[in-house]
C-alpha cells in the first residue's frame, strides 16, 4: 500500500486551496475599500450567519458542519483583518474562558485586549478603545452574570451577535489535592462545581477571583493555594492540572454575547433573537397582573418569550427591571407595534441589541 500517490494528490489540492483562500481573501479586501469609502462596519454577524447557512447547505461530507464552521471562522478572521485588525475587548487576564470564547468567535488574526472587568469591557468599546467586546451574559448552571446584565442598564452598546460554548473546569495547582487549603476562581466558575469541590475538598476555603485566569495566576504564586479554570489556562501560565472536568454537569454551558456600537441587521425568517431591558416604573413589578400586562403585547403577536430575568433596580427598593429575550428582530412590523403597546405604559423599554439565534456550533 503506497501512501505517495495519495499524498501527491493532497500536495496538489493543497496548492488549489491556497489559491482559493487567496481570492477570497482578495474579494474581502475589495469589499474592506469599499467599506471605508461608506462607512460599514467590517464585521457583519447577520452577513457571516448568512454565510454559514450557504456552507452548510453545500456540505456533503464528510466533513461536519463544526469542523467548517471552525475552518471558516479562521478564513472570515483573516479577511477581516485585511479589512480592518479590529480589536476585541474580553475579560481576562489572557487565556480566560471569555478569552477562549473570543477567540472562537473571531479567530486568531484579530487584536484581543484583556480588561480587569466586564465593566472595563464595556468602557473599552464606548470610549473606542477597542470594536467589539465578547462578555459571558448566562451559564446552563449558574444563570445570569449579574454585573453583565447591571451593565446595560447605564450602556447604550448594543449585543451584535452571540456564542454558546460548553464549558469544562479543571482544578489547577502546584499542590496535590491533599494539600489544597484555598481554592480561588470566579464567583460562578466556583458555583458550577459546587458538588465536586464539597466532596472532594470539604475544608477548603473558596474565594472569589476577577476571573478564572486572574484565579490560575494566584494560585501559581501562594502554597496551598488552586484554582477552578479552563486547561487552556493550566498550559498559558504552566500550572499543573489536578483533576479535569469537575464541572458538576458535564454539558455545563456559557452563553457569551459580542458587544459593538452598531446594531445587526435583521437575517429574517425567525431567525433572530433581540433582547430588551424593561422597567415597569413606580413600583409596578410589585402589583397584581404588572408583568402579565407587560408580556401580553408579546404574546399576543405571537414574538416568543425565551428569557425572563429580574434585577433590583437600585432606584428604590422591591423595584425590578426585567430583562427579556425574545424571538424575531428590532426593526420587524410586529416588534415595533409590541414595543408601541409597551412604551405606553413602560416608562423604559431599552433596546439591547438584536442577533442571529444560532446556539449550536454545528448549526
Ligand atoms: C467580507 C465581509 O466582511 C466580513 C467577513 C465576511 C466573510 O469573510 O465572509 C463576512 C462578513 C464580515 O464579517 C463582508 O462584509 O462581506
Redesign the pocket.
Known amino acids: 500500500m503506497d501512501l505517495e500517490p495519495i499524498r501527491a494528490k493532497i500536495d496538489e489540492l493543497d496548492r488549489e486551496l491556497v489559491d482559493i483562500i487567496n481570492r477570497?481573501?482578495a474579494?474581502?479586501q475589495e469589499?474592506?475599500q469599499i467599506?471605508r469609502v461608506t462607512d460599514?462596519?467590517?464585521?457583519?454577524?447577520e452577513?457571516?450567519d448568512a454565510?454559514f447557512r450557504k456552507v452548510f447547505a453545500s456540505n456533503k461530507g464528510p466533513v461536519n458542519n463544526e469542523a467548517l464552521r471552525a475552518i471558516?471562522r479562521e478564513?472570515?478572521s483573516a479577511?477581516?483583518a485585511l479589512?480592518k485588525p479590529l480589536s476585541i475587548a474580553y475579560l481576562g487576564p489572557e487565556a480566560s474562558n471569555t478569552h477562549a470564547a473570543a477567540m472562537k468567535k473571531f479567530g486568531v488574526s484579530l487584536d484581543y485586549h484583556a480588561m480587569a472587568s466586564v465593566a472595563d469591557s464595556f468602557a473599552a468599546v464606548e470610549k473606542g478603545e477597542a470594536d467589539y467586546a465578547v462578555i459571558p451574559i448566562e451559564n446552563s448552571t449558574e444563570g445570569s452574570v449579574r454585573e453583565a446584565l447591571d451593565c446595560f442598564v447605564e450602556s447604550d452598546l448594543k449585543v451584535v451577535a452571540q456564542l454558546y460554548t460548553e464549558i469544562s473546569h479543571a482544578l489547577i495547582s502546584n499542590e496535590p489535592l491533599e494539600k489544597i487549603t484555598t481554592v480561588y476562581s470566579k464567583d460562578q466558575a466556583l458555583a458550577q462545581c459546587r458538588y465536586w469541590l464539597q466532596r472532594h475538598l470539604p475544608q477548603a476555603r473558596l474565594v472569589e477571583a476577577s476571573s478564572t485566569s486572574r484565579a490560575v495566576q494566584i494560585a501559581a504564586q501562594e502554597s496551598g493555594a488552586a484554582a477552578v479554570a479552563g486547561e487552556l489556562a493550566a498550559q498559558f501560565y504552566g500550572v499543573p492540572v489536578v483533576a479535569r472536568a469537575i464541572q458538576d454537569k458535564a454539558d455545563n454551558t456559557t452563553r457569551f454575547f459580542i458587544l459593538g456600537r452598531k446594531p445587526t441587521k435583521p437575517i429574517g425568517g425567525g431567525k433572530d433573537v433581540s433582547s430588551f431591558l424593561i422597567s415597569l416604573g413606580d413600583g409596578a413589578s410589585d402589583r397584581p397582573g404588572g408583568l402579565l400586562k407587560m408580556l401580553m403585547p408579546l404574546a399576543e403577536r405571537g414574538i416568543n418569550l425565551s428569557k425572563i430575568e429580574s434585577r433590583p433596580s437600585k432606584m428604590r427598593p422591591w423595584d425590578y427591571y426585567f430583562f427579556i429575550d425574545v424571538s424575531g428582530h428590532h426593526d420587524e412590523p410586529e416588534m415595533q407595534a409590541a414595543l408601541a403597546e409597551l412604551r405606553k405604559f413602560c416608562p423604559l423599554v431599552k433596546w439591547l441589541g438584536s442577533y442571529p439565534a444560532v446556539r449550536r456550533e454545528s448549526d
Open positions: 477570497r481573501l474579494l474581502a469589499i474592506g467599506k460599514g462596519e467590517v464585521y457583519v454577524p452577513r457571516e454565510v471558516y478564513l472570515m479577511g477581516i479589512e
